[in-house]
């Protein structure tokens, strides 16, 4: 299995701290995002890694060139936009994605179990799995709904609202990059819709696993404390940087 991970954004939600910082170097305890990602996937048998870049690209090479002992378990490689293309126009720069591979973002933290992804995208035969999460979304504030008349029909003090999300993370089968033309900036939803709108069966992968989006402030402060806490969650059994 080759996964690709999406790591050329700017992090603007992080920001400042990521003016002049890229995004998958943010630290989680004293570890980048990005490398805590690689752990998990080289803890389900995962080698095959490609990061796609952007902005600071030359940092996060600079970082990994000096974690040769981790770099020992990868085979690593880079693809490098000179402009951006968008969360899924970067896929069409990538060479020698023939089977089915897996992407995701490069700013989450995440216990996902990538094999029960995979074996479930098989089942359903997909072109295209989107792991799915609800999240609860509360408005602290009171909502009214009125009508033409500026006469009051409703008053709910601080609803909830639960959607399923996106976390940011897919199995694609190779025929799918048919939808992406070189070098066309293209956004992820965008592509599910093509895909919609050609027949392709796109299916939500349903799952409960610790997902935290380390690009939202307050989910960035909770992946911290969990780094903290719980650290040995996230690391390789014999770690090979843990002496470096």
């Known amino acids: ?9 700017r992090g603007t939600r992080l920001r400042p701290f990521t003016a002049s910082f890229p995004k998958p170097l943010v630290p989680l305890g004293d570890t980048p995002v990005v490398e805590v990602l690689i752990k998990s996937l080289l803890r389900h048998g995962i080698c095959d890694v490609t990061l796609t870049l952007g902005h600071l690209a030359e940092l996060v090479q600079a970082y990994f060139h000096h974690r040769q002992r981790l770099l020992s378990r990868l085979e690593l490689s880079y693809v490098i936009e000179a402009e951006p293309t968008g969360t899924a126009g970067s896929l069409a720069l990538v060479e020698g994605l ?98 919609l709108a050609d027949g392709q069966r796109v299916c939500a992968y349903v799952t ?32 090979p940087d843990s002496a470096q």
Not at 210 to 225: F, K, S, V
Request: contains cysteine; charged residues 25%.
């Open 208 to 239: 409960d696993c610790l997902w935290l989006d380390i690009g939202r402030p307050d989910d960035y402060a909770r992946a911290q404390q969990m780094i903290v806490e719980h650290k040995e969650r996230f690391e390789l059994a014999a770690d």
């Open 98 to 195: 023939n089977e089915t591979f897996l992407v995701m973002n490069g700013d989450l933290l995440t216990d996902l179990n990538f094999h029960n992804l995979v074996a479930f995208h098989r089942q359903h035969e997909a072109a295209l799995t989107i792991a799915t999460q609800r999240r609860h979304v509360k408005i602290d504030l009171g909502v009214l709904e009125f009508d033409d008349n500026a006469r009051i029909t409703k008053y709910i003090e601080k609803p909830e609202h639960s959607y399923d999300v996106s976390m940011g993370v897919y199995v694609y089968e190779p025929h799918v990059l048919r939808h992406i033309v070189p070098g066309e900036y293209l956004d992820f939803p965008d592509l599910v819709l093509r895909l």
């Open 1 to 9: 299995m080759r996964a690709v991970i999406l790591a050329g954004g």
